[in-house]
């Protein structure tokens, strides 16, 4: 514990220092080296994570809050996350694109504590800054793109009286989510802003998967980064989404990866199937979730499992979503 308010400033020095892991293991929780390390937590240049073998006390909430994300068995709030090689998978993550990682961290807190609207241009802000980093120039280097195949109807719509349901129709594709399937989204979802007869917003993915995330051939093709800035904030499904939260209502299956959750964990409720499981891959990009993922994932489990799911790239299960709260219920 000593050693924590050193180590909050490594990565201002050490750029290839950017994790500092916390062993919390017999921590004498009425120190004043507690109240020491929340403080020196402020600092955001680096991401903390904290671990123990054991379930952390009720005195444990003030430091767990200010770190990144801790784990352990169990643990006060949603600040903590018990998952097998949890540790070794966030210090890949981190290693792998330690700028997108420090980015993320001090994101989090941030779009936690805004609403919805300020947490998008925040979000967006940090988005659009790392599309002009190495991180990402470096992954789209090894990712070459390849045709992206043109759907006549990328989503359908279908009003059944008062319920209008939206389908995203990419299935070839398994729904991956490009300009295309972003306009024709968000024309069903102003449809219903401006009908009140509208009652209910169903949306669906065809095919295997809800939605594989966007769809990586378009991933910084726009001419800018502030070009990118502005229409993601001009054009966010996921602000749409949220301002009819209470009239859509998302059906989940298969996969649902970055877009995937992000757009539609916006919505008041989410069903999901028992087949669902749930990825943030951005970090392997050298990215943040850039869909309104720090938003309304955060707002959903906390942004200390935000910041786990990001960090560490890992799938979760359709059960595990239920139980942080990432969905509302399966069947």
Same mark, same amino acid.
């Given at each position: 514990?000593?050693?924590?308010?050193?180590?909050?400033?490594?990565?201002?020095?050490?750029?290839?220092?950017?994790?500092?892991?916390?062993?919390?293991?017999?921590?004498?929780? $009425?120190?004043?080296?507690?109240?020491?390390?929340?403080?020196?937590?402020?600092?955001?240049?680096?991401?903390?994570?904290?671990?123990?073998?054991?379930?952390?006390?009720?005195?444990?909430?003030?430091?767990?809050?200010?770190?990144?994300?801790?784990?352990?068995?169990?643990?006060? *709030? =949603?600040?903590?996350?018990?998952?097998?090689?949890?540790?070794?998978?966030?210090?890949?993550?981190?290693?792998?694109?330690?700028?997108?990682?420090?980015?993320?961290?001090?994101?989090?807190?941030?779009?936690?504590?805004?609403?919805?609207?300020?947490?998008?241009?925040?979000?967006?802000?940090?988005? $659009?800054?790392?599309?002009?980093?190495?991180?990402?120039?470096?992954?789209?280097? =090894?990712?070459?793109?390849?045709?992206?195949?043109?759907?006549?109807?990328?989503?359908?719509?279908?009003?059944?009286?008062?319920?209008?349901?939206?389908?995203?129709?990419?299935?070839?594709?398994?729904?991956?989510?490009?300009?295309?399937?972003?306009?024709?989204?968000?024309?069903?979802?102003?449809?219903?802003?401006?009908?009140?007869?509208?009652?209910?917003?169903?949306?669906?993915?065809?095919?295997?998967?809800?939605?594989? *995330?966007?769809?990586?051939?378009?991933?910084?093709?726009?001419?800018?980064?502030?070009?990118?800035?502005?229409?993601?904030?001009?054009?966010?499904?996921?602000?749409?989404?949220?301002?009819?939260?209470?009239?859509?209502?998302?059906?989940?299956?298969?996969?649902?990866?970055?877009?995937?959750?992000?757009?539609?964990?916006?919505?008041?409720?989410?069903?999901?199937?028992?087949?669902?499981?749930?990825?943030?891959?951005?970090?392997?990009?050298?990215?943040?979730?850039?869909?309104?993922?720090?938003?309304?994932?955060?707002?959903?489990?906390?942004?200390?499992?935000?910041?786990?799911?990001?960090?560490? *790239?890992?799938?979760?299960?359709?059960?595990?979503?239920?139980?942080?709260?990432?969905?509302?219920?399966?069947?």
């Amino acid at each position: 514990m000593g050693d924590l308010a050193d180590g909050a400033a490594r990565f201002a020095a050490d750029p290839d220092r950017p994790l500092v892991a916390v062993d919390l293991t017999d921590t004498d929780w $009425s120190s004043p080296a507690v109240g020491a390390a929340v403080r020196a937590l402020d600092d955001r240049s680096v991401v903390t994570v904290g671990w123990s073998p054991a379930p952390l006390p009720a005195a444990a909430a003030p430091l767990l809050a200010a770190m990144t994300l801790t784990i352990a068995p169990d643990g006060p *709030g =949603r600040s903590w996350v018990d998952r097998p090689g949890a540790l070794e998978d966030v210090a890949r993550g981190v290693h792998q694109a330690p700028l997108a990682a420090v980015t993320l961290a001090g994101l989090l807190p941030a779009t936690s504590r805004a609403d919805v609207a300020d947490g998008l241009v925040l979000e967006s802000l940090a988005y $659009s800054t790392l599309l002009a980093g190495p991180e990402f120039a470096a992954w789209r280097a =090894r990712t070459p793109r390849r045709p992206i195949p043109r759907d006549d109807e990328p989503v359908l719509l279908a009003r059944d009286d008062d319920i209008l349901t939206v389908t995203l129709h990419r299935p070839a594709r398994r729904n991956a989510f490009d300009r295309a399937s972003r306009e024709a989204l968000l024309a069903g979802l102003e449809l219903a802003e401006l009908d009140p007869t509208i009652r209910a917003v169903v949306l669906r993915g065809a095919g295997p998967a809800f939605c594989s *995330g966007g769809d990586l051939d378009e991933f910084g093709t726009t001419p800018d980064p502030v070009t990118a800035h502005l229409v993601r904030l001009a054009r966010s499904a996921g602000h749409a989404v949220h301002r009819l939260r209470d009239r859509v209502r998302p059906f989940l299956h298969g996969a649902c990866v970055g877009a995937g959750i992000e757009v539609p964990a916006f919505a008041a409720h989410v069903h999901a199937h028992p087949d669902t499981w749930f990825q943030l891959p951005e970090l392997s990009m050298g990215m943040v979730p850039g869909a309104g993922g720090t938003v309304s994932i955060t707002q959903r489990i906390g942004r200390w499992r935000t910041a786990y799911l990001t960090l560490s *790239g890992a799938a979760l299960d359709a059960a595990t979503a239920q139980r942080w709260g990432l969905v509302d219920d399966l069947g």
